[in-house]
């Protein structure tokens, strides 16, 4: 007999399972082959291993202390965040479209019974949508030829399926920008599907919702709105890039925002979850994190200005999950005294031979971002003037030839103080923390769905009406809208987006639009979005008509947007006599300009055009499991959608 270790098996709770019974069988034959050993001390090895098919009373009682534990830290979590735990909506959240609405309302379906639920109040989809209506639809669709796909929308612009819950989305940089283009302001594209427009703020029930579309290119920024069909290849790209205009709106909103989302990133936001997973998954994303040029800076000067409980963003093609934390309003280190980190991205440079023309190098600069600097003069202060006013010098040049020339060469003006765009936060925006999720596009494998129990941030000052829920405009939203109308430019490519007056002057505009909209669209109970969808261009026949044409379509007038500006009393500047049309779509498309053209006439470069079609940059395989700080993460329903998610502040 010889001395060692005495093993002993005891059951565990699990003892109903095959797997671990055959296990212990296995130990205790084993353990029987061996020869006797004295006793020495004991160890007590127990089968542990999860199995779904245990159902003892022990185990039960601990699942509800679980459960209890649970709720009891959810809630906890939502006082510590300072959201109101009343009154919530049940949401679902799915990153890029793609045209692949049958397999993501599959997808919500199947997340939902998982998780117990009847299905949800509302779902979000964060751009590339894809609304094609026919084949024409998809020649102007930012998209290689040979990938151009109708995808499964034009049943549901023809009426022949509908959405199964309320979905509202954005536009991202794949888009049938000819349908988009009609809807400008917001509207449905199909009975159940609302497209937020360029920029909105939305309410749904107790929530408030504001979303901006497109995707950030420096070069564009500044510019109006000029794409008309026919459009140009470029008026393809373009159409889908920010414009400041519609960010100086969002920026001028002074009531608390629930959710935001955008489709591509908010600049930054990658160093405030797990960048090493991050850049694991995708890692020509940590040299642009270095560089700066990761995301866009005006979705990040939005979230910082509306600091929403929530904000949702796709376009990488990777789950990511972060939060990010802000100081209360009015503290110092809130105020406008440092620079912008970002405003505009460099332009590419210039040719080699551009360079000798000082006028050529300042074309390329960024659109009057970085503000010159006063030029010092060579005369100090105090210094005694020079014996001939008339002959003065300044670094060698005389007074009569420095007036010879042109104007450009003139002193610039002192320029205004730099501040952060949004800033400061007014005091009646007060939460202090954003939770950020990026989620993939709808495919096998990977992570584009995420179930959510949302809440509003402060409690609302009535008790909303009960579920199901109405969409309806936001009332300060739509005074922005007024205000700012006048500065709105449409399908002219000599116009200039009128400079930003700033806060001070958009205020009290603001204040006085804000009793219009109070008088004329709240006491007349007209701020439920109307159900007032319509087809304009002719719906696809399946079977009848082509798949692909080579021809674009046809400038429709949307009654919605007509709806619209009569309601709100701003001018339908997307409305045209068939006349004017016919001799737009004869003069044909206008000619592309050359990349360096566009970043000469806009200024700073860009590089939000990621996350392209069939993977491009930011494709590829994602998935992830998206371990920001925040915890955001889903698990595996909806064919690697979201089935839950395991942070603090869901339900």
């Known amino acids: 007999m010889s001395s060692g270790i005495l093993l002993k098996w005891h059951l565990g709770t699990a003892r109903r399972c095959l797997l671990q019974n055959r296990f212990q069988a296995q130990f205790s034959a084993r353990l029987s082959a061996k020869p006797q050993c004295k006793l020495g001390p004991t160890i007590t090895i127990t089968n542990s291993f999860p199995c779904r098919t245990h159902s003892t009373t022990s185990t039960k009682k601990k699942t509800s202390i679980k459960k209890r534990k649970r709720k009891e830290a959810i809630k906890k979590s939502a006082m510590e965040n300072g959201t109101f735990k009343s009154g919530g909506l049940r949401i679902a959240i799915e990153g890029c479209g793609h045209g692949t609405l049958d397999a993501i309302y599959a997808s919500v379906a199947k997340s939902c019974k998982e998780r117990g639920w009847d299905g949800v109040d509302l779902l979000i989809i964060g751009g590339d949508f894809q609304s094609t209506r026919n084949a024409a639809d998809l020649s102007v669709m930012a998209v290689p030829a040979k990938y151009r796909q109708l995808g499964d929308f034009p049943a549901y612009y023809s009426g022949e399926k509908k959405a199964p819950y309320l979905t509202i989305f954005i536009a991202g940089n794949h888009e049938a920008s000819s349908y988009l283009w009609e809807l400008y302001y917001g509207g449905w594209v199909a009975p159940n599907i609302y497209y937020m427009g360029a920029a909105n703020v939305l309410r749904l029930g107790p929530l408030r919702i504001a979303g901006m579309s497109g995707i950030w290119k420096g070069y564009n920024y500044r510019k109006p709105h000029h794409e008309r069909l ?98 209360p ?72 030839l420095r007036d010879q020339l042109p104007a450009s060469f003139a002193k610039p003006a002192p ?27 709808c495919l096998r494998g990977r992570e ?74 709240v006491a007349a109970d007209k701020l439920d979005v109307p159900l007032n969808f319509s087809t304009t261009a002719p719906p696809h026949r ?100 979201g089935g839950g998610h395991r942070g603090r502040w869901n339900k």
């Open 448 to 521: 584009f769905l995420q179930l959510a129990y949302a809440t509003p941030v402060n409690a609302p000052a009535s008790k909303p009406a009960r579920p199901p829920y109405r969409l309806q405009y936001d009332p300060e939203w739509l005074a922005v809208t007024r205000a700012l109308a006048p500065h709105l430019r449409v399908g002219d490519r000599d116009a200039a987006t009128p400079e930003d007056l700033g806060e001070e002057a958009y205020g009290p505009l603001i204040d006085r639009e804000r009793a219009w909209v109070d008088e004329h669209v």
């Open 542 to 641: 399946p079977g009848v008509d082509p798949a692909t044409v080579d021809f674009q379509p046809d400038e429709y007038s949307n009654p919605q947007t007509a709806a619209f500006c009569d309601l709100v009393g701003v001018p339908n500047l997307w409305d045209a006599t068939p006349e004017e049309r016919a001799a737009r779509k004869a003069a044909g498309p206008p000619a592309s300009e050359s990349r360096f053209q566009q970043h000469q006439d806009g200024g700073g470069g860009g590089r939000g055009d990621r996350g392209g079609f069939r993977g491009g940059r930011g494709g590829g395989r994602g998935g992830g499991r998206g371990r920001g700080r925040g915890g955001w993460r889903g698990g595996g329903g909806g064919g690697g959608g």
């Open 329 to 400: 309003p009015g503290n110092p280190e809130d105020s406008t005294d440092k620079k912008p980190e970002m405003e505009e991205d460099p332009a590419p440079p210039a040719p080699e031979k551009a360079a000798a023309n000082p006028d050529e190098i300042d074309l390329d600069m960024d659109d009057g971002e970085e503000e010159s600097q006063p030029v010092e003069s060579t005369n100090q202060t105090g210094s005694a003037p020079p014996a001939n006013p008339d002959t003065t010098t300044a670094g060698g040049v005389s007074k009569e």
């Open 415 to 441: 320029t205004k103080p730099q501040t952060i765009p949004g800033q400061p936060v007014p005091p009646t925006i007060t939460n202090t923390q954003t939770r950020f999720l990026a989620l993939d596009k």
């Open 230 to 327: 026919p459009f140009s290849d470029n008026d393809i790209r373009s159409f889908y890039h920010v414009r400041e205009i519609d960010v100086r709106k969002l920026l001028l909103l002074r009531e608390q925002v629930d959710i935001g989302f955008s489709h591509d990133w908010p600049r930054g936001i990658e160093n405030l979850g797990d960048a090493d997973a991050l850049w694991e998954m995708k890692p020509y994303f940590k040299q642009e994190s270095r560089d700066g040029s990761l995301g866009n800076p005006a979705a990040g000067y939005v979230m910082d200005r509306l600091r929403p409980a929530y904000w949702f963003s796709a376009h990488m093609h990777c789950k990511f999950a972060a939060i990010k934390a802000y100081e």
